[in-house]
């Protein structure tokens, strides 16, 4: 059985580098037809957001401290003078945009566990 799960493992590791492979061509098929079934279908669409709004508000409230510690870590991390000026750019895009109300709610339970 552990030579056929190492063989297994290769096997994928292998056409996984391989952007010929079998494996890799019905990948991108795949992903090219949910996302054309997620641009048609309103449907699918309601339906993907209600299981991602659902997987969120799992993790954030099962991992919060996790998280916590991943953001802060990774925040220490930052230079300052670069992180001021990225975060500039991305005040100016987001004045730009109408968040969904469901993405603001997710940022703000986010936000509130930190």
């Known amino acids: ?10 096997s994928l590791l292998e056409q996984s580098n391989d952007p010929d492979s079998e494996l890799r061509r019905r990948i991108e ?14 449907s699918l669409r309601a339906n993907v957001d209600r299981w991602v ?12 401290h996790e ?4 953001i802060e870590t990774t ?10 000026q990225s975060g500039q750019r991305a005040a100016r895009v987001e004045r730009g945009r109408n968040r969904p ?13 930190i």
Request: charged fraction near 30%.
């Open 29 to 42: 098929q795949t992903a090219l037809a949910f996302g054309t079934a997620l641009s048609n279908d309103p």
């Open 1 to 10: 059985m552990g030579s056929l799960w190492g063989d297994l493992k290769r």
């Open 67 to 70: 998280v916590a510690d991943l």
């Open 75 to 84: 925040v220490a991390k930052w230079d300052a003078d670069e992180a001021a």
């Open 101 to 113: 109300r469901r993405q603001r709610m997710i940022e703000r339970r986010l936000a509130s566990t």
């Open 53 to 64: 709004e659902g997987a969120a508000s799992y993790i954030i409230d099962a991992y919060r």
